[in-house]
């Protein structure tokens, strides 16, 4: 049986810019970060930095298996901040976190490759 990864999913259906805005994705600073064992993945609860509009907003993301808390601050990622808040267990999260598929399925963080300022929204 051949497991579908995100790498082998097809193109999502034709879109406009428009649609594409609504989706407001923004650059910020992991501030702190730590495991979140009650979840049912390997994952970890941060809190991110998305500058003076947005503010400090906490995720709970499924990272744990090529990340460790220590290595998270201080680095930029990327998040939705837009969504509604989703309950995770006992914990919140505000914003997500986005990133792509390893080959094994594994979220790899999605960061700018030159610092930007906080709250830089992707376009």
Known sequence: MHLLHAHDAPAAEETDF????KTDIRAGT????????????????L???LGPTIGSKKSCAQIAARYSPDELVGRQVAAVVNFPPRQI??????V????????????????????????????
């Open 30 to 45: 992991v501030v702190s970060a730590e495991p979140f064992p009650e979840a049912r993945k390997p994952s970890l609860k």
């Open 89 to 94: 267990g006992p914990a919140m999260s505000e």
């Open 18 to 21: 428009d649609t594409f805005l």
């Open 96 to 123: 997500l976190t986005v990133g792509f598929a390893d080959e094994d399925g594994e979220v790899v963080l999605f960061q700018p490759d030159s610092p930007v300022p906080n709250g830089s929204r992707l376009f």
């Open 47 to 49: 809190v991110i930095d």
